[in-house]
Nanobody, 115 residues
Framework: QVQLVESGGGLVQPGGSLRLSCAAS????????MSWYRQAPGKQREMVAR???????NYADYAKGRFTISRDNAKNTVYLQMNSLKPEDTAVYYC?????????WGQGTQVTVSS
């Protein structure tokens, strides 16, 4: 069992920044991959960014150059720094942790970008 708790969401103006955090706890040995997904109303959930235990990263095209994913392996925590936010970034952002056999999800945190 892995419990994930996201934080850092909120309301921000276009062009502003937010930093999301996701802390993992529970019974596990190693979390290999940690990712951020987002889902806007009426749309499918999509991957925003992913980081492996070794620090390799992948980003959605819209996130490149604006978002940065990082992790603290000792704390089992993943972060998503979001800069130059656009209204199109408005969504519920979910943390995902991948272990050997299962994926676990957090409850999500709302990000709203609006003037």
């Amino acid at each position: 069992q892995v419990q994930l708790v996201e934080s850092g969401g909120g309301l921000v103006q276009p062009g502003g920044s937010l930093r999301l955090s996701c802390a993992a706890s529970g019974s596990f040995s190693v979390i290999y991959d940690m990712s951020w997904y987002r889902q806007a109303p009426g749309k499918q959930r999509e991957m925003v960014a992913r980081i492996t235990i070794g620090g390799n990263t992948n980003y959605a095209d819209y996130a490149k150059g604006r978002f940065t994913i990082s992790r603290d392996n000792a704390k089992n925590t993943v972060y998503l720094q979001m800069n130059s936010l656009k209204p199109e970034d408005t969504a519920v952002y979910y943390c995902n942790a991948g272990v050997t056999r299962n994926d676990y999800w957090g409850q999500g945190t709302q990000v709203t970008v609006s003037s």
